[in-house]
Nanobody, 121 residues
Framework: QVQLQESGPGLVKPSQTLSLTCAVSGDSITTSYYYWSWIRQPPGKGLEWVGAISYTGSAYYSPSLKSRTSISSDTSRSQFTLQLTSVTFEDTAIYYC?????????????WGQGTQVTVSS
């Protein structure tokens, strides 16, 4: 059974960096041909793909967030991390990590429970 668990601060101040970690169990983040994604859902809106890291360690980002996003992985700890810089109130959302054989929510077969991140001063 694949399980994903997000962790990180629930409150971030504007202009600061949001950092979240997804711990994976029941699978390896190097398993071919999976992508490990970050997906978010702002209040009252739909799901938005933030970015992903592949089983080879290559990172891919949403064009609208690319300039502020970094995703990395630690295979020894079986986890991957999201960093989003210069956050604004529009980055307030539930953040999910997920596994899939492609990018985006529609490709995900396993999801974490999600973690609420609020950007507020």
């Amino acid at each position: 059974q694949v399980q994903l668990q997000e962790s990180g601060p629930g409150l971030v101040k504007p202009s600061q960096t949001l950092s979240l970690t997804c711990a994976v169990s029941g699978d390896s983040i190097t398993t071919s041909y999976y992508y490990w994604s970050w997906i978010r859902q702002p209040p009252g809106k739909g799901l938005e793909w933030v970015g992903a890291i592949s089983y080879t360690g290559s990172a891919y980002y949403s064009p609208s967030l690319k300039s502020r996003t970094s995703i990395s992985s630690d295979t020894s700890r079986s986890q991957f991390t999201l960093q989003l810089t210069s956050v604004t109130f529009e980055d307030t959302a539930i953040y999910y990590c997920a596994r899939g054989m492609g990018w985006g929510a529609q490709a995900a077969d396993y999801w974490g429970q999600g973690t609420q991140v609020t950007v507020s001063s």
